[in-house]
């Protein structure tokens, strides 16, 4: 499997010269699995250039979406495989509050974007999972589910397959102050022995409590739940729009101090937009 970050950022896009080396683009990650299955981790803004990578494919497209916010929907009318004849591209939906499922759509209508779903000759299927379902397979991998701390909520997912284990965790705030609908230690068993956790960690301690209860983690408590899991690798995820690749550097750094007190092996980086990894 060969996992590639096409977006990191959270919230907004960022362009600029200040944001050049980890990345502008919202929400996007791709997985090249062995048998040739390609797996899609949201459509935020960098999802565009990987469809000019997948464009030169016929093979069936699986999206899995976190949540409907706009910052992980919004690539989707520049990806280009949604105009391929006959491209079979299959949605699942995040399990939002509101269960719009094929709000990625709505999103091409009206005043708002020129083509209009209708008009696209892809076979786009949206395929809400049920709840009761907390694992399936897609090509050669399986994928299981868990319900983020989010306002609006959504879905966190776990991808195993050819030996190595992916855990995908954003937009999730580990300690809301608000009703959560999923613990710290349900998370650590959710991501346990991954190979690498991407997990939320938009803020640093110093943003709280103003940015407590917007749904996002302290990548302390990233670091802190990479260790609990006894994962390999974690990487920082949804970088906050303001957040400079100096910036972002220092939270890096930051967390190697905490997982040097604690002797942890566990690898922290934080995910830059073009990165790669190969398992196996
Ligand atoms: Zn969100």
């Known amino acids: 499997m060969q996992l590639t970050f096409y977006g990191v950022r959270g919230s907004i896009p960022t362009p600029g010269r200040d944001y050049v080396r980890y990345g502008g683009n919202t929400a996007c990650v791709h997985l090249s699995l062995a048998d040739g299955t390609d797996i899609i981790l949201d459509a935020g803004t960098g999802i565009r250039e990987l469809g000019n990578l997948l464009i030169k494919k016929q093979t069936p497209i699986h999206l899995l979406l976190s949540h409907n916010h706009w910052d992980h929907i919004q690539g989707f009318p520049f990806f280009a495989p949604i105009y391929q004849p006959n491209r079979e591209i299959n949605i699942t939906p995040g399990m939002t509050t509101m269960p719009e499922f094929d709000q990625i759509l709505q999103q091409m209508q009206g005043s708002v974007f020129p083509v209009p779903a209708s008009a696209l000759t892809s076979q786009i299927s949206i395929k809400p999972i049920p709840e009761s379902i907390d694992s399936w397979q897609i090509g050669g991998a399986t994928i299981t589910r868990l319900a983020m701390n989010h306002p609006g909520k959504g879905s966190a997912y776990t991808i195993e397959a ?93 967390c190697n101090e905490y997982t040097a007190i604690a002797e942890s092996s566990v690898s922290v980086f934080a995910a830059a937009e073009g990165q790669s990894l190969k398992f196996n």
């Open 162 to 254: 050819d030996g190595a284990k992916v855990a995908y965790i954003t937009d999730n705030e580990l300690y809301p102050p608000y009703k959560k609908e999923t613990d710290f230690l349900t998370f650590v068993e959710f991501a346990r022995d991954a190979d690498v956790i991407i997990h939320d960690a938009q803020y640093m301690l110093s943003d709280m409590p103003a940015k407590s209860g917007w749904g996002h983690s302290v990548a302390e408590e990233a670091v802190k739940l990479a260790m609990a899991s006894n994962a390999k690798q974690l990487a920082l995820y949804s970088h906050d729009p303001e957040r400079t690749d100096d910036d972002i550097d220092a939270v890096v750094a930051h």
